[in-house]
């Protein structure tokens, strides 16, 4: 795995370096690297259990890592973590809020209360499209309901970061796709940037620019989205079961399928070094085929050696 990239360029808004945490026997975070550029959307995609969610309350600072460091918005979160939070909207993999007992309408102005920046207008605006009642309590209220009031505290004081934790957990295909399109609209209207964890990749693949794959606690790559779909493609070859990728090539097989002669193989590489390859062996290439987003974070997940 280690021609994965892993370093960004130019100016980020979240970065970690080296964080690591363990609960009793558990390693959650394992020397987890991460940098987010300014601006991006970026997909934190990896299977359930991989340390996602807890990435992200160290980055509000909510869990105090074992080791490392992470800056978000220019400010080192063990020290400044409340100005950081000031500047971020959350969306929690949890409860909205430990305030039960309200009614969503007092719940809205009760958070209003602590942002400067709140714009009421966009929040009415986002009650209205996401049909949310402010008559009930928030006890009361369905898991969906309760993700869709989440977008509005998340979104409407218009921060200059948005974590989003499973955002799409719990809601209904319908609201699904207004929550994205909404998504695409915040991104548009006002400098933002955004990090979104999820393992339903497909839901956010359109939104996304950069990704980073996360397995049992590590990074294990992070690039843009396009150089991960340029560099991660299916080839489909004839070769003789005695050929193999020459041990110097800049080539990595992420998944073999063999039937005789006929072979499938999953690599990644600059498509023009694997041609080549290709052409210099006992080989003929059949085809090449580029994979989703989705299906390229599968692959590189299921490597042996990815974590």
Known sequence: MSMLPMSIDGPTAIRAAGVS??????????????????GSIYLLAGPNGAGKSTAIRHMLHLEEPDAGTITVLGHDVRRDAVRARAEIGYISDGEVTPYGWLRVGALVAHH???????????????IAELDIDLAPRVRALSRGEARRIAFVLALAHRPALLLLDEPTDGLDPVVRER???LL??????????????THLVHEVERLADHVGIIKKGRLIGQMPRDYLRGTLNRYRFDAPDSWRVPEQAPVVVVERVAAG??????????PGV?????????????SVTPLTLADAVVALLSMEDAA
């Open 184 to 197: 695409a609209e915040h991104a548009s209207e006002a400098p933002t940037t955004m990090l979104v964890s």
């Open 179 to 181: 929550v994205l399109h």
């Open 274 to 286: 694997i041609r080549a390859m290709f052409d210099a062996g006992e080989t003929e290439l059949r």
């Open 261 to 270: 002669r006929e072979n499938e193989w999953t690599m990644w590489g600059e």
């Open 21 to 38: 945490k363990r609960y009793a026997k558990r390693t959650a975070l394992d020397r987890f690297d991460l940098a987010v550029p300014d």
């Open 112 to 126: 209003a209360q602590y942002f400067p920046t709140w714009d009421a207008q966009y929040a009415s605006r986002l």
